[in-house]
């Protein structure tokens, strides 16, 4: 199987701005991992994805590219470390998947009230 692809300069870049729009430019610094996922549910193994990972306060994020163009996103509190999502499992569009998951975060964060900067 072929590898996936590192994300590009502009994924990076369109990551970044829609981050620092939310919380201020340089105020949070975006880490790049590699992940071991199922891409199916019914594949025998996991396959290495790239990611980009960053945290505000208790809250962690994390964008990984599961092909060309494909994108997953997950988000979760220090304190529990339950994973919540979009209620989308891929998405073909960079931008679309950043701002749901930010938008999907602080709908969570306020229905927690845990005073979370918007």
């Keep these: 199987m ?4 590192d994300f590009t300069e502009t994924e990076r ?4 701005t829609t981050v620092d729009e939310r919380w201020g430019k340089g105020n949070t610094e975006i880490l ?21 990972f960053w945290n505000v306060g208790q809250w962690n994020f994390v964008v990984l590219k599961s092909a ?3 994108y997953r996103c997950r988000f979760f509190r220090r304190e529990d470390l339950e994973q ?14 950043v701002v749901t998951l930010l938008q999907t975060q ?7 009230d845990q005073g979370f900067p918007g």
């Design 13 to 16: 870049w369109t990551i970044q």
């Design 68 to 70: 060309d163009n494909r």
């Design 106 to 112: 602080a709908d969570c964060a306020r229905s927690l």
């Design 32 to 52: 790049v991992a590699d992940v071991d996922i199922k891409l199916k549910p019914g594949d025998p193994g996991l396959t290495s994805c790239p990611a980009m």
């Design 2 to 5: 072929k590898a996936i692809p």
């Design 84 to 97: 919540m999502g979009t209620g989308i499992d891929e998405y073909d569009d960079i931008a679309e998947c």
